[in-house]
């Protein structure tokens, strides 16, 4: 047995539909419904351009198979939320013209320039650009 991949990460938000268009607009994400039982009022899942499931975005009513207390706010154990990505000058763009903060970060030993920042519910993105 191994790990082949991260699969995705869920997110549980108090604004569903703005969670995703969020996601969306900044990731260039693809929005799409959830399988059933889940419902388009209940989750939304966020894929990249090869068709990978990104972040499952559940509302606060979702069904969940594995029921547990969450609130929607910061992360809690888990700090943050890493995407290796490329188009590192668009992404500024993109975080600039939101008025989104963000923090610079660059390892230059291993070329590597990083971006933090945050989602709507708290969830802090590390946004990797190797080499970029």
Excluded at 8 to 20: E, M, R, S
Excluded at 67 to 77: F, I
Aim: contains cysteine.
């Amino acid at each position: 047995m191994q790990v082949q991949a991260l699969d995705h990460v869920n997110i549980i938000a108090a604004d569903l539909h703005g969670t995703a268009r969020f996601y969306a607009k900044l990731l260039d994400l693809e929005e799409r419904d959830a399988p059933p039982p889940l419902t388009p009022e209940t989750a939304r899942w966020m894929f990249d351009a090869d068709g990978r499931a990104i972040f499952h975005i559940n509302s606060l009513d979702c069904h969940r198979t594995f029921e547990r207390d969450v609130m929607p706010g910061p992360t809690g154990s888990i700090h943050h939320v890493a995407l290796r990505c490329s188009g590192f000058g668009e992404m500024v763009e993109r975080l600039e013209a939101r008025g989104a903060e963000y923090q610079l970060n660059d390892v230059t030993a291993i070329g590597l320039r990083q971006l933090f920042t945050m989602d709507p519910n708290g969830v802090l993105l590390e946004l990797n650009f190797f080499g970029d």
